[in-house]
């Protein structure tokens, strides 16, 4: 897969707006300021195909990108606490919509700040997944932020934090130093074989 020939496609705000899944399709997931466009443009190698915010809730419609016959999906952060309740309830009816309509979804790559235990929204995402059946690795971002003591005592909280998600491939992930990109990139395409 030539990640460096990815290519915007589109941005959808509405469930409605979604167009039918005619490609295999690579979902990322996380809540609001975890790194998900930051993620995507180290596996594009591109500075700033996918829009990249420091402020919560950028990210607030479905946007896909074309890599070749598959697609890769930005979906809406959630758990962002200042949005407002008619926004709150847009961003739920999309992230559901595109989960429950006919989407040939190979894999989601669900991300968590490695800083700090998983958010009750992301205990929420993971029990959601394993609930509707589907394939997911766990992307742990921001990775470099920590020393390595903070790691490795990070990477041993997790254990017992995701306890329930022992079998789920976990990986540390950095969008600044490139750590873990290849192992995403590596599953990205293990799924779409």
Known sequence: MNYQNAR???AFGMLKQLPKSTVPEI???GRSNVGKSS????IFNRKALAR?????????TVNFYSVGDVRLVDLPGYGYAKAAPGEKRRWAELMEGYFKTERDIRLVVQLIDMRHKPTADDMTML???????????????KCDKLNKTEFNARLEALETELADYADII???CSSVKGDGIEAVKAEIEKACR
Do not use: H, Q
Request: net charge positive; aromatic share 14%.
């Open 39 to 42: 993620i995507l443009n180290k």
């Open 52 to 60: 990249v915010s420091s402020v919560p809730g950028k990210t607030i």
């Open 27 to 29: 979902a990322f997931a």
């Open 127 to 141: 029990s959601f997944l394993r609930e509707m059946d589907y394939p997911f690795i766990i992307a742990l971002t």
């Open 170 to 172: 976990k990986i540390p």
């Open 8 to 10: 915007f496609e589109a």
